[in-house]
């Protein structure tokens, strides 16, 4: 909205009464730091009256409203950082961006809504009901600026962490410790050479404070009263003594006896009161005398400062990962276009270790259709590798190993031990190679389950099947013929394409055939199998489950292909899966 | 447990009248038939209509080789008009003069011989239309006959056809007629085809569609259904023989509502239940048998050659160990 509509809107505002003795705020007034600082270039104030008070508040609009919410002000300096939600001039946070949907053609309704949720604010913040909210936006409330970067796991123990500077970042990282640090700093470089790797260990050492982190236990109280700007030593220690256990008290006692350096810091983790946790940070310099923390005195400058975090117990559930995921241990084998999807999602859904197994190399001409694009002109490392170092590299603390091997050789040679993951997903495409792995692990006793998927040509869809040793079938079912068929043929009897048909096109000649399907279908595919993975390892499927989606097969017909009666099937049905897998007769499990 | 359903398929193959030789063969006699009764019958006018096994698709290749043909010709007059149905039957057979031609209780038959075989025979059923709508007469005796024995019977000839289509969903309606040509030729390897010994066809057919029961099982996967026939075979040989009290009676399930088996003497009847309880024995024994091998050998006692026998083991038969596979990844 235009500045002159916002004023026009301004004075509908004050007509409709929204506040006592309302007016419109002065055009010179909007010049002011509140005014800038928060885009209003047209405002309201008067008078609310909350909870037996009577508050001047100030009402601001952006030239984006009523798309974008109102901003509320407390003009009283007195309540100022005093209650929770109520900033620097006085801006009142009533309601996060996210999750709201305006009226866009109600102006006044909106803004008298957001008035009302402003004000249950501060009543809220008047009356002490709120106070906890301190903690809970702790990292908000606290003074200084973003630092560096957490990629330590913030677990329960205090134990000491180091920090160092990144030197293409400039910027400090936190890091567990010398190990993580140098995976850290090796990370971008392409050969891992003794020449890259000392000036890297020397920089390491250059730039290295050690320090502490402490995660304090349950909800802390906050300090009363809550410190407005940077916060004393004393109110620090005091949080921190006042909320841990006599047990962690004593190993703090320990680990701040005899600290070397002039400068140290503190990692805290902060619990807050509805789930989650802060890190924020403690930086301390021109230290004299014992650790700052500990009972003997001494003096230091204290800095507050903020992390950024970077560790997978804080980013896994932020991207809507599962948690409990990070313990879990996939095989994945085959990283081709379903694989290469698959191998990513699995890690963002929270997948902690990740092993590839795949002995080919990326080929140019699968370039369009490979999570890894076209390949490097200069190295060709086996897509297995090239993939878990592309992971590796964007996730940290995620452990992904690749092996540049056919699963069959892996298992012959003992490189790879079935039984110590928690799920063995096959995206071969090959049947014979998928076969061959179902009947190996069929004979093992404490085998994890199995998941295949594999997709048809030309876009009419993608099967996912997991196979559970508490219910009955496995993938030789799909390729065991109903023993009342008249006429049985080898095929897979989830297939969407009729039997006996060929499928595979060549661009040049003998050894290029290749099964038409784009990238997106890869996608979709591996979207499928990585829904089913989750499921299975998150313990909420048991069972054996075949699930399939169904493309519109329009290029599949005009290819002249002909669609089996399960094509026939319901699209939801499909996807929902069936458990009916079992084939009597099935020669790997028996039809059991 | 044996299954054998590829046997099975391979036996209707080999027993069923198909679209082949024999019955282009019979279409052919059949028009030749019914153009020279046009040409030469000079009135009443009439259309024709197959009928029988023809009509209902239940027909199998004759044992000794005498394939038969129904023919219902429906004249355009009335039963006032001919009081005596044996005379209008007498026209056809004289519209016919050069063919062998036969007039016989039910129907006029045309013979096609070889070498003293009959190889073919066209039976024409003489009808005319009755007061009731898609009702007919059926011109029944023959030269010689007293009156009580020549009548317009009231009769459906399409009336099990259309029995059939209602009674059945399409899949199970093929299995039910696959049924019904196992248990005709069974009876075709099993009884004299002179006399009255033999159970009718007509009868037999009737027999399935009032006891028939499809057998089969659905592939949840595949989506797609697959029949049994060895289990519905045997299910409705049981069904025959549980209703054999001591007589098996089926009946026309239209009218007259004749009792199609009325005509097999106490002891045709005694023998007729006896080989089907023999039947119904087999049927259990080969099901039961762990070994496809014996279970085939087992059913060719009872329905001949044409029953395939099995010699290797099922997975070895299936063929295309190679094939096209659209699976990516
Ligand atoms: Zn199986």
Known sequence: MHADDLTATAELLCAAGLLEQGCVTPADALLEPWARLHGVVAAIEGVAHVDGHALALRLGLTPRFPGRLPTVFVLDARLHGRIPHVFQHGHVCYQEYEGVLLDRYQPVAVAREALARAVETIRRGLTGENRADFIEELALYWPGAAEGLGFFAADAQIQPILRFVLPWAGTFAFVRDRAQARELLVAPMPLRVPEVMAPLEAWFDDTVTPGLYIPLEDVPRPPDPFPLGPWTRAQVAQLIRHNLSDGQRRRLEQLTRGLKTRSTFVILRVPRPRGGDHLVGIRYDDIRGAHPLARATGSATMTQFRVERRDPGYLVPRGGGEPPLRAKRVLLVGCGAIGGHLAGELVRCGVGHLTLVDPDVLRPENAYRHVLGAPSLFVLPAKSLQLAAEIQQRYRGVEVSGLAASIEDALDQGAIDVTRYDLVLSATGDPNVDRGLNERLHRLEHRPPLLFTWLEPLGIGGHALVVQRSSPGCLDCLFTPHPLDASPVLTNRAAFAAAGQVFTRELAGCGNAFTPYSSLDALRTAELAGRLAVEVLGGRLRETLLRSWKGDGAAFHAAGLRTSPRYEMEASALERGGADVVAAGCKVCGGR | ?329
């Open chain 2, 1 to 329: 447990m044996t299954i054998l359903q590829t046997e099975f398929n391979k036996f209707n193959d080999a027993i069923r009248l198909g679209w082949d030789n024999e019955e282009a063969r019979l279409r052919e006699r059949r028009d030749a038939v019914i153009d020279r009764i046009r040409e030469r019958m000079g009135g009443p006018s009439f259309s024709h209509f197959n009928q029988g096994s023809y009509e209902l698709r239940t027909g199998v290749k004759p044992v000794n080789g005498d394939y038969d043909i129904d023919v219902g010709l429906r004249f355009n007059t009335t039963r006032s008009e001919w009081p005596d149905p044996v005379a209008l039957k007498q026209r056809v057979v004289d519209a016919l003069s050069g063919y062998k031609v036969e007039l016989r209780r039910p129907c006029v038959t045309v013979y096609y011989q070889r070498r003293n075989e009959p190889l073919y025979h066209v039976d024409l059923n003489v009808y005319v239309p009755a007061e009731t709508e898609g009702m007919l007469h059926l011109a029944v005796g023959k030269v010689g006959d007293a009156a009580p024995l020549k009548e317009w019977r009231f009769t459906d000839p399409l009336a099990l056809g259309a029995a059939l289509d209602t009674t059945f969903a399409a899949d199970d309606r093929e299995q039910c007629r696959r049924v019904i040509r196992y248990l005709k030729r069974w009876k075709d390897s099993n009884f004299p085809a002179q006399g009255n010994a033999a159970p009718k066809g007509i009868g037999l057919t009737a027999a399935a569609l009032q006891w028939f029961t499809p057998a089969r099982e659905r592939d949840g996967v595949a989506n797609r259904v697959h029949h049994d026939d060895l289990k519905a075979l045997s299910g409705l040989v049981w069904a025959m023989l549980a209703h054999a009290t001591p007589r098996l009676v089926v009946k026309l399930p239209v009218p007259p509502h004749d009792d199609l088996f009325r005509r097999m003497s106490e002891q045709e009847m005694s023998i007729f239940v006896a080989k089907l309880g023999e039947l119904d024995e087999g049927l259990r024994r080969a099901l039961a048998d762990a070994d496809e091998g014996s279970a085939s050998r087992t059913l060719r006692e009872f329905f001949g050659e044409d029953f395939p026998a099995v010699t290797s083991s099922p997975t070895a038969r299936r063929i295309g160990a190679i094939v096209s596979s659209g699976s990516a990844g």
